[in-house]
């Protein structure tokens, strides 16, 4: 649903984005993540026609960039950093002022508003100023109002920036059901527990693109060295974290007396050893003929933001 090859963007001698190549496929949350100016919002402008690229291409359900940008912004819909609505009108007439901006009839742009404020649950409130709207209400809306026209492809700038919790938990709700109902959604994030929670695969960026994958595989696959293995036991034993200490994969090992997963009266070791997958075995062997009661063991793979602040760095 969305392409890029070489997808660059220049302003004056400032390099804003460098030679992105990615791929977005249908159905997909795709997760865009990176620092204050590192180009996530100039690269959405590109893709939505909005800023013509520097150089190379990009495509959005099949229509290109520059060649196709009427077809490109048809197909699309975008949420940016500021809602952008008009607060002296109600939320009913902002939706059907902005359904007929889309080319739809005076009768379509009031059933699509209709069921787009009963979708986000503000049906109630739509003879309502916008002005007396929360912030968490005011961006639900803002989301009702790039859906009207029903776009192949969502992109959602800064979606829950400044919400408090319950408004983003709602926002973040809204935008799981869009992509039960198949659309693909781009979202550029701050937030890594949202990121996290939301997106099937995330592109970690500044200026150029630095990693690509799935949360899962970033935390576990980043190139960090070393892994941490909690491993719980009946008891302490003598001389355990000599014994280890002598294997040459393992970097280190301590006793967890008050790590939460350790619960009183069942001691855990933190090991931080190389290539879990090869070395477990030897680890788990030496643990049984130290005489080691072992209960479980937890990998604990880096948080999405250890990831993150470890690739921007």
Not at 142 to 169: K, M, Y
Not at 207 to 236: A, M, S, Y
Not at 256 to 266: D, H, I, N, R, V
Not at 293 to 313: C, F, G, N, S, W
Request: proline letters at 4%.
């Amino acid at each position: 649903m969305i392409r890029t090859e070489n997808l660059t963007r220049r302003f004056g001698e400032n390099l804003a984005v460098d030679n992105l190549n990615i791929e977005v496929q249908e159905g997909e949350i795709f997760g865009f993540l990176g620092p204050n100016g590192a180009g996530k919002t100039t690269t959405i402008r590109m893709l939505c026609a909005l800023v013509a690229p520097s150089a190379g291409r990009a495509w959005i359900n099949d229509f290109e960039v520059g060649p196709d940008n009427n077809a490109v912004r048809a197909s699309i819909g975008l949420l940016t950093e500021s809602p952008g609505l008009y607060e002296s009108l109600n939320a009913l007439d902002n939706m059907v002022f902005y359904a007929r901006l889309y080319g739809l009839s005076e009768p379509e742009a009031r059933k699509r508003s209709e069921e787009t404020l009963r979708w986000l649950d503000l049906w109630r409130w739509r003879k309502q100023p916008v002005a007396t709207y929360s912030k968490g209400m005011k961006q639900k809306l803002a989301i009702g109002r790039a859906l009207l026209h029903q776009p192949e492809v969502l992109f959602l700038d800064e979606p829950t920036a400044s919400l408090d919790a319950e408004a983003a938990f709602a926002v973040r709700e809204a935008i799981l059901s869009l992509k039960e109902a198949g659309r693909t959604i781009f979202l550029s994030t701050h937030n890594m527990e949202e990121a996290n929670r939301l997106c099937d695969r995330i592109a970690i960026f500044k200026q150029k693109l630095l990693q690509l994958d799935t949360p899962l595989n970033l935390r576990r696959h980043f190139g960090l060295e070393e892994r941490r293995i909690v491993v719980r036991v009946r008891r302490k034993v003598d001389g355990l974290t000599g014994k280890l200490g002598e294997l040459s994969f393992i970097k280190t090992v301590n006793w967890l007396e008050t790590e939460e997963k350790a619960a009183p009266g069942s001691p855990a070791l933190e090991v931080r050893l190389l290539d879990p997958e090869e070395n477990n075995p030897g680890l788990v062997r030496t643990l049984v003929e130290a005489g080691a009661d072992i209960q479980y063991l937890e990998e604990r793979t880096p948080t999405l933001e250890e990831v993150y602040l470890a690739a921007i760095r």
